[in-house]
């Protein structure tokens, strides 16, 4: 649904959705009302109005949906961390080496261990490159271990080209 085409309507829905203080949204609208006592009365009537519920609901709804992405994404900054994830490999490879049972969707053991050597070995080697247990190695690591290398090479001499003025080489017959 689009914006409200009065703007007091539309202020009055954004300002709602903040606190639901109708009082409150209705003043910071810009509507007045005769009396104070009467301001609970008009704000009851602008309430009333079909276009104003939908947009309420509407504007609503979207708080609700960002105010849960960013819980849900302050929940995972604080779950997902370095001790999480090292804590989830090796509870992966203990069920992957038959270590733990497996579960049913109760969290009830089943009676059943299942052995998976590709899961236990990755997990394995992840747990190990983060506690620096492995070494990077190169193609040429133990080839010049202890050995004295020197490397010599030959360039041909070229005769220096000159560019004259008229953009042509000199010295090669230009």
């Not at 005769?34 to 109005?49: E, F, H, M, N, R």
């Not at 708080?63 to 849960?68: I, N, V």
Request: glycine share 10%; hydrophobic share 35%.
């Amino acid at each position: 649904m689009p914006p409200l085409k009065h703007a007091r309507q539309e202020t009055f829905c954004l300002e709602y959705v903040k606190d639901r203080n109708g009082s409150r949204a209705y003043k910071a609208a810009g509507y007045k009302c005769g009396t104070p006592g009467s301001i609970a009365a008009c704000t009851s009537q602008t309430l009333k109005k079909a276009n104003i519920r939908l947009r309420i609901l509407e504007l609503d709804g979207n708080a609700r949906q960002s105010a849960q992405k960013a819980e849900d994404r302050v929940a995972l900054a604080r779950v997902i961390d370095k001790v999480w994830v090292v804590n989830t490999l090796v509870s992966n490879v203990d069920r992957s080496m038959q270590a733990e049972p497996v579960l049913d969707n109760k969290g009830h053991p089943t009676g059943e261990y299942q052995y998976q050597g590709n899961v236990a070995n990755r997990g394995l080697e992840l747990i190990g490159k983060h506690l620096g247990m492995f070494a990077e190695k190169t193609p040429l690591d133990g080839l010049l271990s202890g050995a004295n290398v020197s490397i010599s090479f030959f360039l041909p001499e070229k005769e220096p080209r000159v560019i004259n003025g008229n953009g042509h080489a000199n010295g090669h017959g230009d």
